[in-house]
Every structure is written in structure tokens, then in C-alpha cells.
């Protein structure tokens, strides 16, 4: 049986957990679109799964190549979205990692905050813009003395809304930090 859930997740750490805890409860991803995720009912624990950005897209042919050899050691290529895509791996085969040592990661973290960057971009503007635009709007009804629940209504959320999209990309940024002192300790 099929169960759709939709969700976002803007932490593929968050996402890639969320989808070991749902196979832990016996659901096997098997498609996922945009903020949609397709299960089939499994055994609990019956896959781990892992989510990585490419390098290019999956059609790209240095991408299939790469699918290819996962997919030779026993890696189930499960959906894409854009450069991202859904790997699992049966549970009873072991450990799955697609990153086993710290530069690997490095370079997977360092891509991530490249897309979201570009990606996001827009949104990062878009989200300083609001925080400028809201105070202004708090500003000005204070300073005219003619303050009330209008700028509390466009003011406020356009705060919050811009200060959403300035914390988005600080958790990856703070793991390629985190990943590279780990790098230095060790060598």
C-alpha cells in the first residue's frame, strides 16, 4: 500500500534522518517530488538511506557513471529532485556511507553551500530586503506617532520572514567549520 506524505525540509541531514526513522517504522521511500514523499509499506529497518547533491544532474553523464558504481555495490538509486537524490541501501548489508573520509565531505558540504547560495540566492536577498522593508514599516509608524496594528501586520512578518531565510544556509556552513577543524586535528 502507498502512503504519500508531504513535508519540507531545508536540512538534508533533518530530511536523510526523518527517512531512516520512517523505515524504522517499516515505510520504504520509493519516489519523492517536491515536498512529496511516496512510501510502501516494508519491514521495519529494512533500508538505510542516505541524500546527496551531485555534482551535476542525473542525466549528466559523469552522474550515471557515478550511479552506476554505487548501484554495483549494492546502493538502490531511489529518486532525484534537481541534483539531489535518494540512495538507500538494505539495513542487513551493514553500515551505508556514502562519505567515508572527512575531505569527502568537505567537498559534499562545500557543494551544498555553493547550490544553496546560488539557488537561494534570490531568497537571501529577498529575505534582507523584507527584514529592511519591515523595520522601516515598524520605524516610520513609531516615528509618526501613528502606530498600529497595520505595521504591526506588514512589519512583523516581513521581520521574521527575512531572518527564516538569512538562518537557512548557517547550518551548513557551520559543519564545513566544523568538518575542517576535525580535518586539522587529524593531521
Known amino acids: 500500500m502507498k502512503h504519500i506524505i508531504y513535508k519540507l525540509y531545508s536540512d538534508f541531514e533533518k530530511e536523510e534522518k ?14 519523492y517530488s517536491w515536498c512529496k514523499y511516496v512510501f510502501t509499506e516494508t519491514q521495519n529497518n529494512e533500508y538505510t538511506y542516505r ?25 538502490e538509486y531511489v529518486a ?17 556511507d556514502i562519505y567515508s ?9 562545500k557543494r551544498i553551500n555553493v547550490f544553496w547560495s546560488t539557488f537561494m540566492g534570490i531568497e537571501f536577498m529577498a529575505g534582507l530586503i523584507n527584514i529592511v522593508i519591515g523595520i522601516v514599516n515598524l520605524n516610520i509608524g513609531n516615528r509618526l506617532g501613528d502606530f498600529n496594528m497595520v505595521n504591526i501586520i506588514i512589519g512583523a512578518p516581513l521581520v521574521l520572514f527575512g531572518l527564516v531565510f538569512l538562518r537557512l544556509g548557517s547550518s551548513i556552513r557551520k559543519t564545513i567549520k566544523n568538518l575542517q577543524q576535525e580535518k586539522m586535528i587529524r593531521e
Open 51 to 75: 541524500i546527496e547533491l551531485l555534482e551535476n544532474l542525473p542525466s549528466h553523464e559523469k552522474s550515471i557513471e557515478y550511479i552506476n558504481f554505487l548501484e554495483e555495490s549494492g546502493v
Open 18 to 31: 526523518w527517512l531512516n526513522e520512517m523505515s524504522a517504522k517499516g515505510m520504504a521511500l520509493i519516489d
Open 80 to 96: 532525484k529532485y534537481v541534483r539531489w537524490v535518494y540512495f538507500r541501501k538494505k539495513s542487513s548489508e551493514g553500515a551505508f
Open 101 to 109: 573520509d572527512i575531505e569527502s565531505k568537505i567537498k559534499h558540504y
